[in-house]
C-alpha cells in the first residue's frame, strides 16, 4: 500500500485511491474463490458416492444376469443343472443381448460358472502331483505335465479349486502322450498346449471348453478325429494354427452352438491337414480367416453355416478335390478364396455379396457353372465389381452377370478356353459408372457373343489378337460398346436388352 512518503515521491492522491479499490475488490474475490472451490468439492463428493452406488447396482444385475445365462443350461455343470428347477432349454435365459458383451466378459461369466459348479475328480484321473500348476483364489491353471503315461485324464479338481486352464506348452513335444480326457471344468486350452506331441490320436473335449488358442494340436500327426459335442455351447474362437500340420487328421467336428456372439475358425487353423475329409463347423461360425483350409487336399465336400459371410484370403486354395460347398450365404469372398480348387464344378454367389476379390477362382479348371444372383438396385448403389483374374482359367461356357455389377476388372475371364457367351444385363436405372478393364476376356478363345448394356461408360483395351475373330458384340446402337465394337473392326447386333 502506499505510504505518505510515497505520495511525497510524486504518486498522485488519484492513484493510492485507485489501488485501495483494487486491493479490497482482490480480497472480496479470494472469499468469492474460495465459495466455488468449496461447490467444486461437494459436488466431487456426491459424484463419486453416485458412482459408486451405480456400480454396486450394476454388479448385482451382472450377477443376476450371469445366473440367467448358466442357470439355464448354458456352461453348468451337471449338478447345476439338477437344481436348475426352471429353464432347460439351452438359451440364455431371455437374456438375447449377449452377443454383445465383450470377450473378457464372456470368458469371466464362463469362468464363474465352473467355479460354482460342483465337480468330482474322477477314479481314473491323473494324481495332481503329475502337474506343476498355479493356484489361484477361485481356480487352477495347469502349467505343466510331467509324467510319463500314454493316456492322461486331467482332474478336475486339484485342492478342491476347479482346474479351468492348461496353460501355454503345458503338454507340448511329449513324446508318451497317446489320448487326453479333459474335465468339464476346461475352459481354456492355451498357446501350444499339445504342439509336437506326434503320438497323440485322441482327445476328448471338455463341453465348457471355449477357446483352442494359437498352435494348440500343431503337429500332432497321429491325431485322426476333435469332437466338440453337442453339449458343448461356448467354443468361440480356433485360432491361428490350432490344428496345422495334423497330417493324420479325418474329422473335425463342433456339434454345438456357440450362445455368445461371433464364432471363427483363425488363420492357417487346418493349413496342411492332407487326410482331412469331414469337417462339421458350429451353426453360427461367421468368418474363416486367411488360409484356414489351405492344402486340405483329402476335403471333398464340406457343409458351411447359414452364418458363415466371410472368407478370406485363400482360405480354401489348394483343395485340390474339393467338389461340393454352398457358398450361397457368403457376401465377402477376399482374394484367392478358391484358388486352384481344380475339382470345384458349380457355385452360386449371394444377391447380397458384398466382395468379389482377386482371383477367388482362379484356376478352378473344373468349374463350368456359375450363378450370379441379381439383388434390385442400379450399379452405382451396389458398386459391386467382380474383380483381377477372379474367374481365370475356368471351365465356364456362359455367364451371366446382374446390372447391379458395376465394372468388370482386369482379366477377370481371361483365359476361359470354354466360354462362348457373356451377358452383362441393363440394371433398369440410369447408372452411372459401369465400367469394362482391360483385358476382361483375352485368351477366350471360343468367345462367340457378348452382351453389353446401354449403361456401360467405359471399355479398356482388349489383346485383339488373342481373342475369336468372329466375335460379334450385342449392345445399343450408339452405346459405349458399339463404339468398341467399331474402332477394333468386330460384328454388332442391336440387342434390345432383354433377350440374348
Known sequence: MYNDREISKGVSPERVEEFKKKTANSKNGFNFKAIIWAVYLVTAVFLLITGAIFMALNGMMDKNFASGCFGSGIFSSDDDKDNQGGNQNGNNGGNDDVSAMSDDEIENMVKESVIKGKWTVSDTAAPASDFSYEESDNYITITKYNGTAEVVEIPALINGKPVIDIYNDAFANNVYL?????????????????????????????????????????????????????????????????????TSLESFVMNGKCNFGEVGIGKEAFAECGKLTNVKLAENVTYLEEFAFVRCEGLTGIDLPKSLVTIKYEAFSYCKNLKN???????????????????????????DVITLGRNVFKDCTSLEKITLSEKKLGAEENGLAIQR???????????????????LEE?????????????????????????????VFSESKKLKD???????????????????????????????????????????????????
Not at 484367392?336 to 454367389?349: K, Q, R
Not at 462362348?420 to 478393364?437: A, C, P, R
Not at 446401354?454 to 452405346?479: A, C, F, P, Q, R
Open 450 to 500: 457378348i452382351y453389353l448394356p446401354l449403361t456401360l461408360e467405359s471399355m479398356g483395351w482388349m489383346e485383339m489378337d488373342k481373342i475369336n475373330e468372329n466375335l460379334v458384340i450385342h449392345t445399343v446402337e450408339g452405346s459405349t460398346g458399339w463404339k468398341f465394337a467399331e474402332e477394333n473392326s468386330l460384328k454388332t447386333e442391336i440387342w434390345d436388352e432383354k433377350t440374348y
Open 325 to 351: 460347398i454352398d457358398i450361397s450365404n457368403v457376401t465377402t469372398f477376399e482374394n484367392g478364396a478358391f484358388l486352384n480348387c481344380e475339382s470345384l464344378e458349380e457355385i452360386t454367389i449371394s444377391p
Open 411 to 439: 482379366g477377370a475371364f481371361y483365359n476361359c478356353p470354354n466360354l462362348e457367351k457373356i451377358v452383362w444385363l441393363n440394371s433398369g436405372k440410369n447408372t452411372k459408372n459401369q465400367y469394362m478393364d482391360n483385358k
Open 178 to 246: 497317446k489320448e487326453v480326457v479333459m474335465p468339464d471344468t476346461v475352459v481354456y486350452i492355451r498357446w501350444y498346449v499339445f504342439a509336437g506331441c506326434e503320438k497323440l490320436e485322441k482327445v476328448t473335449c471338455s463341453k465348457n471348453l471355449i477357446l483352442i488358442a494359437r498352435g494348440a494340436f500343431e503337429g500332432c500327426k497321429s491325431l485322426k478325429t476333435f469332437e466338440c459335442g453337442s453339449e458343448n455351447t461356448g467354443l468361440r474362437n480356433v485360432e491361428w494354427y490350432a490344428f496345422k500340420n495334423c
Open 389 to 407: 483374374y477372379c474367374f481365370e482359367n475356368t471351365a465356364i461356357t456362359e455367364i451371366i452377370i446382374p446390372g447391379n455389377y458395376c465394372s
